[in-house]
């Protein structure tokens, strides 16, 4: 049966954030503790390459462990640091959350080698620099291997790719959508439908990351908890409430409201 899709005015953008803000003080340091671990873990291929591939497909394991914290407090129970790793044992949602990561991997890769080929001049001037070089000279030769219609196309793509992913993942796991490729174009559907309250939730979560900037963005281990509770939130607003429940440790299912609630 096809998946069915609310749709909220520009108003609900700021909603979801105050109901994402809800729900993170309702346990700070657990929901700050679980994204600083997301962020370690995305950092490992930098500091440790050889396990970037188990890097990139840890990432959608813990994405839904947060998630998953989100609904126990939504339910009124405490989490702990350890609820973040709950769907590596969550049996009949591990392999398409395995898929998924795969998916993403693939999409990167290419996304790197249109880089690659929009921007390689460029990349290879970078790279030539030595000390002795101006830096005003360099920076002006670079801008001159950049064109418009190359950045509007990069920033398009990238900017499709993550709007195809940002809902397919709850979809995966939440829904149970077996199909990546089916749950990439309804994520873009929840896009287009809610394009005005989720533009207006992008732009306030980039305006408090900029004011982040002067202070280190050390405030933005606050920000971007929020921002995901937040995200997830609209999800359960926009997803219609007759989609099956969230799986269980064990694999079953319980039941649960998906109503868009706010409620903490």
Excluded: H
């Excluded at 281990?221 to 995901?228: D, L, Q, S």
Aim: some cysteine; overall charge neutral.
């Amino acid at each position: 049966m096809p998946t069915e899709f609310k749709t909220f005015t520009a108003g609900f953008g700021l909603q979801w954030l105050k109901a994402g803000w809800i729900i993170f003080k309702s346990q700070p340091v657990t929901f700050v503790m679980m994204y600083l671990l997301m962020v370690v873990v995305s950092l490992v291929p930098f500091v440790f390459p050889p396990l970037q591939l188990v890097a990139v497909l840890a990432s959608p394991f813990l994405t839904a462990g947060f998630y998953l914290a989100v609904v126990k407090k939504q339910q009124g129970q405490n989490i702990t640091l350890a609820d973040i790793l709950a769907p590596f044992s969550t049996k009949g949602r591990r392999l398409n959350l395995f898929r998924f990561g795969l998916y993403q991997m693939g999409v990167a890769l290419l996304l790197s080698a249109l880089l690659s080929v929009l921007f390689g001049p460029a990349l290879e001037m970078l790279q030539s620099v030595d000390e002795q070089s101006e830096q005003a000279d360099v920076f002006a030769q670079v801008l001159a291997q950049i064109t418009f219609a190359d950045v509007a196309i990069f920033v398009v793509v990238q900017s499709v790719a993550m709007m195809a992913f940002a809902y397919a993942l709850p979809l995966v796991f939440f829904r149970g959508e077996v199909s990546i490729i089916q749950a990439m174009k309804q994520s873009l559907t929840v896009f287009y439908r809610n394009m005005a309250p989720l533009t207006v939730f992008g732009a306030v979560v980039a305006m408090l990351m900029l004011l982040c900037i002067p202070m280190s963005l050390v405030p933005l281990i606050v920000v971007m908890p929020i921002a995901y509770i937040g995200f997830f939130v609209s999800f359960q607003a926009i997803v219609s409430t007759s989609q099956p429940p969230a799986p269980s440790d064990d694999g079953s299912s319980q039941s649960q409201t998906q109503s868009g609630r706010f409620d903490a």
